[in-house]
């Protein structure tokens, strides 16, 4: 305005040489010159007629200023006398039906295509001063327009001023809008005044427009007198802010505005007459003044997005000396409503508030007081609630102190605290009782800000969300606090610590708490770097560590109904711009009580190239090196496996990464050998396990490093290899495998055998199928009776409980005969269970042996079936019969069967001479095993001895004790084995 002020002034100024040279010059050269002045103000649109010239008055007429004609003028006369002017008279400067368009619609600039023209071209303070005139202009302006175009339409307002001086010491005037219409509507009432002078200034407006909807009535006086500047202002005022003049998100804006204060400030002997004068006084003397003002702010409106607003703010200002505090002399007030429709606000708060919101503004915590002393210290405190249509209340209070510049038009901040409280708060269907931040800032010798925060919530909930949940979280209490610091754009967080208290935690499906858990964090540090300018990704991470720790977890694995328990987990997280992430986890122990199994000395690092955590990072980028260590310990007795220690390693991205592993027991020896490849993000990869071959020598390696259960076992010259191929779909193991056994000198309590061959394979991991054609064979065995051509072919098939054994041969020679199972399907787990052993030409004297009859002995060769039933721990035979096939010697020499035939006279003694050498007929022999019973063996026979009797016949039945539960405790022995097995396998 300053700019276009100095226009008209050089406008005026041309006006008088164009009445000068009209004297002497023709009236086209004032035309001619006019003209050029326009052109070099760059005045859009401008067009005037210098109608009339003489020497003692110039008239323009139809003056059009802009594109839109915003500034027309019908006539503009300019009356003087040259010689009286030319000593410092009059200048009479007459303008009539003077025309102003504005456009307050927001669709333009609002003065149109003459906006250029007020622009700021940075004039320094004496430029900006009015200069002293070497005549008295008398201004007029008479039946003039101001046309301001509204929404509603073009708003007419007629106008008039009058001005007087040349120079502030003897300025004055006034300007008067009175009156006007909008289209067919008039004012009710319309004033709006100023009357002026170089020491005075009185505003009066008395308005009540109801079509345009303003109002009010009021006046307000600023005076230069003894001792300084006094003024008052009173009434109010009620309207709509032009658009032009809102944010571009603001459809509309209605505000009222109440004034009632009086003010003084008091310069002391300076006395002041003039504006210009008094600036420099009174500035110097601010802290003499007194002031009480009450304003009394309102405001209504709407957003773009269709939300609605309004509050009131009852502010009240109060100075007493260099003192001056602002407050409320009331509660402030605000709503905000329908905001569900505006989409710049996250759902996350919508949900939280509903679809409204309303505020308090507390008096008692809200005032600013500052001091115009030599330190001009100032301190403020603003307390806020905010409450919503859902049970969730947010009360904070800002405090801050500082100074104020000596310029007065900034306030530098020394220290600055948030302290923010909420209940029954929501966030994306986490409900949260209770929940406080508190920041305390100071500011440092340099331009940086020092300080401390905290954060402490109370029942974190979102068990009850109506939402699907990707994990469910109960937290009864969480707390962290630690420093800050702020340098320019960097933000660094110092030595945080904390902990979470968790009732509950659980991922649906998978796995869950099952106790009370506290998690704690220490040693928290980041640095952080601002980045103003960016559109997204505001903030970079620089570095950040921390330590976290629980000391006991109790988990379980839902699908499985599994328990977990962790003790003592410990990780430290560290990462460092142009370097790497780095995660170590170290857990004292995992105890797995269904499986009987215990992980210790667990330790897990896992690095990556640093990168920036941000929501359009590309996971599918990330290269990990990882190594974990553990110690594995089988607890299962029926299994009784030793110690395994595992150490794998992985490198590579996340879809390709290569993983290595060795098992190893903690002798040194070599178990398993792990090369493969994973996507960890799908889960899927191929991974080959293989089985280094392990040798057994009489002085090295023993079985029984594999179970306690082979400890029995014991070989001179063998080996175990094998491998696995296995296959992941989305986790899932698949794939197939196989194990080679060759032992070629052992002995199994102390029973030696040579040349164990054992050739196994398997299908699927998560689903284990042994197909028939499992094979296992012996050359030789010395139970105490030769044992060769042990051969079995077996398959074996796990059911939903149980694992079924497909024997499809199984056979063995022993006492000069075999032995054989009939081909059938065995239960490995059922109770009860039944197996049919065939016995082919088994010789007679090997056999007597075999069951600890050594006193017994002949020729011939048995043939037939042993039935053979388990239940529980108990074996029982039916009706077991062995029969010879043809006739053959028998010889019975015992004296236990002499002694127990000795009382029967000589009849029994005859038969007992001739069983010592009997030529048996038929020859059979009867075992039954009753449950809880011993076993019976009934030898039965018939036939003669030919020195006896003249060879007469006899038939015998002999009850035999033998031993035959040895062998029959090694088959059962045998069952539990293969059960414990089995059940462990089960379990795992």
């Known amino acids: 305005m300053k700019k276009w002020g100095l226009r008209l002034l050089w406008f005026g100024a041309v006006m008088l040489l164009i009445g000068g040279s009209a004297i002497y010059y023709r009236l086209s050269l004032a035309q001619y010159l006019l003209d050029q002045v326009a052109d070099n103000l760059v005045v859009p649109g401008f067009f005037a007629e210098v109608s009339e010239l003489s020497h003692h008055e110039v008239v323009v ?12 003028l019908d006539r503009l006369v300019l009356t003087y006398d040259l010689i009286d002017l030319w000593q410092g008279g009059e200048l009479a400067v007459d303008i009539d039906r003077l025309f102003l368009s504005l456009d307050v619609t927001g669709q333009g600039p609002v003065l149109g295509s003459l906006d250029s023209l007020f622009g700021s071209e940075g004039q320094t303070e004496s430029q900006s001063s009015l200069p002293v005139l070497p005549f008295r202009p008398a201004l007029k302006i008479n039946n003039s327009n101001l046309q301001i175009m509204t929404d509603l339409g073009a708003a007419q307002l007629p106008f008039a001023v009058e001005v007087r001086g040349h120079s502030e010491d003897d300025l004055q005037g006034w300007i008067s809008f009175e009156g006007g219409h909008l289209a067919d509507y008039e004012p009710e009432e319309f004033y709006l005044g100023a009357i002026f002078s170089s020491s005075d200034l009185q505003i009066d407006w008395d ?29 109010d005022i009620t309207g709509n802010i032009p658009k032009a003049f809102l944010p571009p998100d603001i459809e509309r804006t209605r505000v009222k505005v109440n004034l009632d204060g009086v003010g003084q400030i008091d310069t002391g002997e300076v006395q002041l007459s003039r504006w210009r004068e008094a600036i420099n006084p009174l500035m110097l003397h601010l802290g003499q003044a007194t002031v009480n003002l009450i304003t009394d702010l309102w405001a209504e409106g709407q957003l773009i997005s269709g939300a609605r607003f309004d509050g009131q703010i009852p502010l009240k200002l109060i100075q007493k000396g260099p003192e001056t505090e602002i407050g409320l002399g009331e509660v402030g007030q605000f709503n905000l409503k329908n905001w569900a429709t505006d989409e710049t606000i996250p759902p996350a708060i919508k949900q939280m508030f509903g679809p409204s919101l309303s505020g308090e503004i507390d008096p008692a915590e809200t005032i600013i007081t ?7 210290p100032v301190t403020g405190r603003i307390g806020v609630t905010i409450r919503g249509e859902t ?7 800002m405090q801050a102190t500082g100074r104020i510049s000596r310029g007065y038009d900034q306030v530098q901040l020394e220290n600055a605290a948030l302290d923010v409280r909420g209940r029954a708060l929501e966030f994306a269907g986490h409900k949260i009782s209770d929940g406080s931040l508190a920041i305390n800032l100071l500011k440092g010798a340099s331009e940086g800000w020092r300080g401390d925060w905290s954060v402490k919530t109370e029942g974190v909930d979102n068990t009850q969300s109506k939402e699907q949940q990707d994990y469910l979280l109960n937290a009864t209490q969480s707390k962290a606090q630690g420093g800050l610091a702020l340098d320019g754009e960097k933000l660094i967080f110092i030595g945080g610590e904390g902990q979470i208290k968790l009732a509950k935690f659980e991922v649906p499906g998978v796995i869950r708490t099952q106790a009370k858990e506290v998690f704690s964090f220490k040693d928290f540090q980041s640095e952080l770097q601002l980045l103003p300018d960016a559109a997204e990704n505001a903030v970079e991470l620089k570095s950040v560590s921390g330590d976290f720790r629980a000391k006991a977890l109790k988990l379980n694995l839902v699908k499985e109904n599994n328990d977990i328990i962790v003790s003592n987990f410990s990780s430290k997280l560290r990462g460092r711009e142009g370097d790497k992430w780095h995660i170590g986890t170290t857990i004292s122990e995992i105890e797995l009580p269904d499986q009987k199994l215990k992980i210790n000395a667990i330790r897990n690092d896992v690095t990556t190239p640093f990168f920036q955590l941000t929501s359009d990072f590309d996971v599918k980028k990330l290269f990990l090196d990882g190594l974990f260590e553990a110690n594995i310990k089988p607890e299962d007795p029926e299994l009784a496996l030793p110690v395994f220690t595992f150490m794998g390693k992985t490198s590579g991205p996340l879809e390709k990464t290569d993983l290595s592993a060795d098992v190893k027991l903690l002798e040194g020896t070599q178990l398993l050998n792990l090369v493969g490849n994973m996507d960890l993000i799908s889960l899927d990869g191929k991974i080959e396990a293989a089985i280094p071959q392990i040798s057994f020598s009489e002085n090295g390696i023993q079985p029984k490093i594999f179970t306690s259960h082979l400890s029995d076992l014991k070989v001179s010259d063998g080996s175990v ?29 102390e029973l030696p055998f040579k040349n164990l061959v054992g050739r196994f394979f398997f299908q699927g991991i998560a689903e284990l199928v042994l197909p028939p054609g499992q094979k296992l064979e012996v050359a030789s065995f010395d139970a105490g009776v030769p044992i060769s051509n042990i051969e079995l072919v077996f398959g074996i098939e796990s059911k939903e409980d149980d694992f079924i054994v497909d024997l499809r041969n199984a056979g063995l020679m022993i006492a000069g005969g075999n032995l054989g199972f009939e081909p059938q399907k065995i239960p490995v787990l059922a109770d009860r269970k039944s197996i049919l052993l065939q016995v082919e030409k088994l010789d007679l004297k090997e056999l007597f ?19 053979i039933k388990f239940e529980g721990e108990q074996i029982i035979i039916e009706k077991g019969a062995l029969a010879t096939e043809g006739p053959g010697v028998l010889q019975i020499r015992s004296q236990l069967i002499a002694d127990a035939l ?9 038969l007992v001479k001739a069983l010592q050498n009997f030529e048996y007929t038929e020859l059979t022999l009867d075992i039954d095993k009753p449950i809880n019973s011993p076993a019976q063996v009934s030898l039965g026979i018939s036939g003669a001895n ?14 035999l004790e033998t031993k035959v539960e040895p062998l029959l405790e090694v088959l059962l022995q045998g069952q539990k084995l293969s059960q414990g097995l089995v059940s462990g396998l089960l379990n795992k």
Not at 61 to 72: F, K, L, Y
Not at 208 to 235: H, I, R, T
Not at 946 to 959: A, C, M, Q, T
């Open 370 to 376: 500052f001091n115009l002393n030599d330190e001009q």
């Open 721 to 749: 290899s094998g491998r696995v191929e296995l296959d992941l779909n989305k986790g899932v193991p698949d794939g197939h495998g196989y194990l080679n056994v060759d032992l070629s000198d052992a002995e199994i309590n």
């Open 946 to 959: 030919k020195d006896v009797l003249d060879g007469h016949p006899f038939r015998l039945n002999i009850n």
């Open 849 to 867: 042996t075999l069951i600890g009859r050594e006193d017994l002995s002949g020729t011939g060769q048995l043939t037939g079936q042993i039935p």
């Open 61 to 72: 007429q139809d003056i059009v200023i802009g594109d839109e004609r915003e500034i027309t």
């Open 902 to 910: 000795a009382a029967g006279g000589e009849q029994v003694e005859l």
């Open 391 to 397: 049970p969730v209340e947010i009360t904070s209070l």
């Open 207 to 235: 308005i009540k427009w109801q079509k345009v909807g303003v109002s009010g009535e009021g006046a307000a006086s600023f005076f230069l007198d003894d001792p300084g500047l006094n003024w008052n202002a009173f009434g």
